[in-house]
T-cell receptor, first 115, second 113 residues
């Protein structure tokens, strides 16, 4: 099956700093990428959808200036958490879907801890 | 509003017994239906999908799912559960290609040895 690689798998940062998470599709062209946030023992919360070469579409309530998403190529999307605070601590997961594809494939997730 | 319901937060099954994890959806048209599995501190792994055709679809690790259009259900099944099947299972729906995927809240499956 298609492989999506997400890095880093876990990161600890100080409050006020920014953190970048990368999501790469290794063996297919990801025309659409999705970024999710998952709280403990809860389902996935879609944060934004990005299509290659265009601005991301953010879900209601998600701050676009805080969670910067870039989808500059067909194999790479990045999520930057700017000026991170402890309440941003969470598990972030990306997924990617190819053109005409039906299912999405997921990265391994990133555990962000802001101290 | 479009939604996916997984009515059970947790399902407990003895090893070797058949298992069923329930899912119903409320989406117009002919959506694509999926099941994913998540192990602790990991992303989601794709198990199987229904696009069209035979109502019974087979997927990874011996899992299968039955699509029922009249009941708008897509229950996940396995004839004989393994302890290693213990994980969090998500049902998901995609209304059309390129649409966002709508997830259920997840069902935690415990297989008891």
């Amino acid at each position: 099956g298609a492989v999506v690689s997400q890095h880093p798998s876990r990161v600890i940062c100080k409050s006020g700093t920014s953190v970048k998470i990368e999501c790469r599709s290794l063996d297919f062209q990801a025309t659409t990428m999705f970024w999710y946030r998952q709280f403990p023992k809860q389902s996935l919360m879609l944060m934004a959808t990005s299509n290659e070469g265009s601005k991301a579409t953010y879900e209601q309530g998600v701050e676009k200036d805080k969670f910067l998403i870039n989808h500059a190529s067909l194999t790479l999307s990045t999520l930057t958490v700017t000026s991170a605070h402890p309440e941003d601590s969470s598990f972030y997961i990306c997924s990617a879907s190819g053109q005409g594809g039906t299912e999405a494939f997921f990265g391994q997730g990133t555990r962000l801890t802001v101290v | 509003a479009q939604s996916v319901a997984q009515p059970e937060d947790q399902v407990n099954v003895a090893e070797g017994n058949p298992l069923t994890v329930k899912c119903t959806y409320s989406v117009s048209g002919n959506p694509y239906l999926f099941w994913y599995v998540q192990y602790p501190n990991r992303g989601l792994q794709f198990l199987l999908k229904y696009i069209t055709g035979d109502n019974l679809v087979k997927g990874s690790y011996g899992f299968e799912a039955e699509f029922n259009k009249s009941q708008t259900s897509f229950h996940l099944k396995k004839p004989s559960a393994l302890v290693s099947d213990s994980a969090l299972y998500f049902c998901a729906v995609r209304p059309n290609r390129d649409d966002k995927i709508i997830f259920g809240k997840g069902t935690r499956l415990h297989i008891l040895p």
